[in-house]
């Protein structure tokens, strides 16, 4: 009894503790809503301030109202986004060993002073410094808030009690709106007695990193500026010339780590990367799931993030390929049929076989034979198709030119080139070799010629001892759908860079009509664009980034690799991925390509090994398959157990659709977020019938759209089926069972194999 209330005694302490700490903070982020709303006020009037510029009504008072208000809006922007947990983290610090303070405020120092620390290990805090989405200086400049990005924020993530610095406590802070929920403490130095204004320093809770595991899951992914890692935190902040390679095995935060990064390097050199950064995602599901995280980083607009099958304007993939055709659009041999295709597409079933003009009074003929050899001679040139149309008509014209008979007319030359020049401009001015030109080599666009390879007999010639007959049939099948594949888009891409795009005329602006109102055209003739016009022009224009992040790398293939080398060929690159989660057949020709799109640039490479996402029971239970996928890999590190072993049930072929169903609906059940059931690609829409009316929480989707997505809860349904769907199969199968962040049940069918405890063979030890 008496044990009892001396606990009930201790619990109660602990709360009263726990309870005054909140309110330390809640009073400090007050004060933080506080400057904030009189920064919103200082942009509001800014803004009007700018409006009142205009009606100077002078060309530079224009200029300078576009730019102001520019920029105030911008900041305006920032400070009216409210983040559920704007204020999320503190460090306190011992003495530092200088008293350098840098741009944000905060001393520099990472190591403590000498003396820091008393003989009898007890030592004063000397800073205290909180972490936040942005940075907010109070009214006199010194830092409320530490920018997450600012180097001194760095040592709340890269201090741990190995290497401590000169942190002393780490504090996760938990809130929502200008509420302060909660506070998790992680000691960095257990062995110091330390004191702030007096008092012993307390420490709260049990580790920020395991509350934050333990969250819930949505269909949006979560940024962890608040439980970012020392080893996610090197990657965050590698400095970015060259070429970062990041490997990690699933659940090491490699999406999360390129998603903060992209901020950090804006942060670091916003000037730099004025040309924006372009994150390359493998599937549209992934770009929905992470889109939200750069706003809720203190970044948007600079950054683009896309699927691969979205980077080509105008093109979204929409379909899937089978394993074989994906194999044969995908690689390099598809380079060397698109080229053969660009060119055999001008030779088109109505396209004219004579060409007949009249110069000098005759009539000159070109027949089918002599044609084909002009246009032969024409595309011996390396330039793009559509720019060697100018070469194919000056060929035309001379085979006209010998045909007429005038080249010996005179002897001088002057007499002979004006000859020539006044035979050049009767033709060209001509409706009939106008219209013969557009018919026989008109513009092609990646369009067409796609649309021409979906002609089987066509792309058999053009496809010769390159794709074996079976392929040039489903390839040829492939086009004739109704929309395009993410191989597709890529075969787009390259097209377009064989074709080239002829020089187009350009047009002038349009005039302001209010320019033309208040009579500034005389001093205007044609207005200039503002720098906001500029910036949101050249990012829908945008073709190629200062910085190209590269999530999931090891799924592009060497078609993907060109496409997207394309976009970055003056860029800095960090490259993201794992070998052992790679959908593509042959990696060392992806590699290949890769390199090529990577050129000659150093590479600087990090591997991530820590496992924030699975348990132990699920990680282990992945591992058997990677030891088959890829013998010889190691699994990355998990930092929990939970106790719960994944659940193995067996459903015949007429049970499967309501064995699915139950299991998804129990851990709908047991899990408060999100639950995916993960089926093979050919089971996706039948796999969403089984589910239908379990709710929002519930996902069905292919083995290829789990790809960097977790859930609280899986279920993967006939790893058989999965792991036969392509060469690839094991590996793509070692993804869907590494998606579960609390619980994992697998469905085995007839294919495969289960043992009496519903165990399927390729998960039997």
Do not use: C
């Not at 947990?85 to 460090?91: K, P, W």
């Amino acid at each position: 009894m008496a044990a009892q209330v001396q606990q009930e005694t201790l619990d109660s302490a602990h709360d009263s503790v726990r309870e005054r700490e909140i309110g330390v903070e809640q009073e400090h982020l007050d004060r933080v809503y506080r400057r904030l709303e009189e920064k919103i006020h200082e942009a509001e009037f800014l803004m009007n301030d700018a409006a009142k510029r205009g009606q100077v009504g002078t060309p530079g008072a224009l200029a300078e109202r576009d730019a102001q208000v520019f920029r105030a809006g911008i900041h305006l922007n920032r400070l009216n986004n409210e983040f559920e947990d704007f204020l999320f983290g503190r460090i306190d610090l011992l003495l530092g060993k200088d008293g350098k303070k840098g741009p944000d405020g905060a001393y520099t120092a990472v190591e403590p002073a000498e003396g820091a620390v008393r003989p009898d290990n007890t030592a004063d805090i000397a800073e205290t410094l909180h972490i936040g989405r942005i940075g907010v200086l109070d009214s006199e400049y010194a830092p409320l808030v530490i920018d997450w990005r600012a180097p001194a924020a760095a040592p709340f993530y890269r201090s741990t009690p190995v290497d401590p610095g000169r942190v002393v406590r780490r504090r996760v802070i938990r809130s929502k709106g200008r509420k302060v929920l909660g506070v998790e403490d992680d000691l960095m130095r257990p062995e110091l007695t330390a004191r702030l204004d007096g008092h012993e320093l307390p420490v709260i809770g049990d580790g920020a990193l395991m509350a934050a595991l333990g969250q819930a899951r949505s269909h949006t992914m979560r940024d962890i500026v608040a439980s970012i890692q020392a080893e996610q935190d090197l990657v965050i902040r590698a400095p970015a010339a060259s070429v970062t390679y990041v490997e990690g095995g699933p659940g090491t935060g490699k999406t999360a780590v390129a998603l903060h990064r992209a901020a950090y390097l804006l942060y670091q050199d916003r000037r730099r990367y004025a040309g924006g950064i372009l994150i390359v995602s493998p599937t549209p599901l992934l770009v929905a799931y992470t889109e939200g995280v750069l706003p809720s980083l203190g970044e948007e607009g600079q950054v683009a993030i896309r699927a691969i099958g979205s980077l080509v304007d105008g093109a979204e993939a929409t379909l899937y390929d089978s394993p074989a055709v994906a194999r044969a659009k995908g690689s390099y041999r598809m380079l060397k049929v698109l080229r053969k295709a660009a060119r055999g597409a001008l030779e088109r079933s109505d396209a004219p076989t004579r060409l007949r003009v009249v110069a000098f009074g005759r009539r000159l003929e070109l027949e089918a034979e002599e044609l084909d050899r002009v246009r032969r001679n024409a595309l011996g040139g390396t330039a793009p198709v559509n720019l060697l149309r100018p070469r194919a008509r000056k060929l035309l014209l001379d085979a006209l030119w010998d045909r007429s008979g005038a080249a010996g007319r005179h002897t001088d030359p002057e007499l002979a080139a004006e000859l020539r020049s006044s035979f050049d401009e009767d033709i060209t001015s001509e409706d009939d070799f106008i219209a013969f030109l557009d018919a026989w080599w008109p513009e092609l666009t990646p369009r067409a010629v796609l649309t021409a390879m979906a002609d089987e007999r066509r792309l058999g010639r053009w496809a010769r001892r390159i794709l074996n007959p079976g392929e040039v049939r489903r390839v040829a099948r492939s086009l004739k759908r109704d929309g395009l594949s993410v191989h597709d888009v890529a075969v787009l891409d390259e097209l377009q860079a064989i074709l080239g795009v002829p020089a187009r005329p350009r047009k002038k602006r349009d005039l302001d009509p209010l320019d033309q109102l208040s009579g500034l055209e005389e001093l205007m003739p044609v207005r200039e664009e503002t720098q906001r016009e500029r910036a949101e022009r050249l990012a829908q224009e945008r073709t190629e980034y200062a910085h190209i992040i590269v999530d999931e790398a090891q799924d592009l293939t060497p078609m993907q690799w060109r496409m997207v080398g394309r976009r970055g060929r003056h860029a800095t690159w960090t490259v993201v991925g794992d070998p052992a989660q790679s959908s593509w057949s042959d990696p060392d020709e992806a590699a290949e390509a890769r390199d090529e799109a990577l050129g000659s640039r150093p590479r600087r490479r990090f591997t991530l090994t820590v496992n924030y996402r699975n348990p132990a029971e699920i990680a282990e239970l992945a591992a058997k398959v990677l030891a088959l996928a890829m013998p010889g890999s190691e699994s990355p590190s998990a930092v929990r157990s939970t106790g719960v072993e994944p659940r193995f049930v067996t459903a015949q072929r007429d049970t499967l659709a309501r064995t699915v169903r139950a299991e998804a609906a129990r851990l709908l059940d047991l899990v408060d977020g999100t639950v995916g059931v993960v089926v093979a690609m050919n089971r996706r829409e039948e796999a969403a019938r089984w589910l239908a009316g379990l709710g929002d929480r519930v996902v069905a989707l292919g083995s290829l759209e789990a790809k960097g997505l977790e859930y609280d809860a899986t279920v993967v349904v006939s790893p058989a089926e999965i792991a036969d769907e392509s060469p690839a199969g094991l590996r793509v199968l070692y993804v869907a069972l590494t998606r579960a962040t609390q619980q994992l049940t697998v469905v085995s069918a007839e294919r495969d194999d289960p043992d009496a405890h519903g165990i399927p063979d390729l998960l039997r030890d």
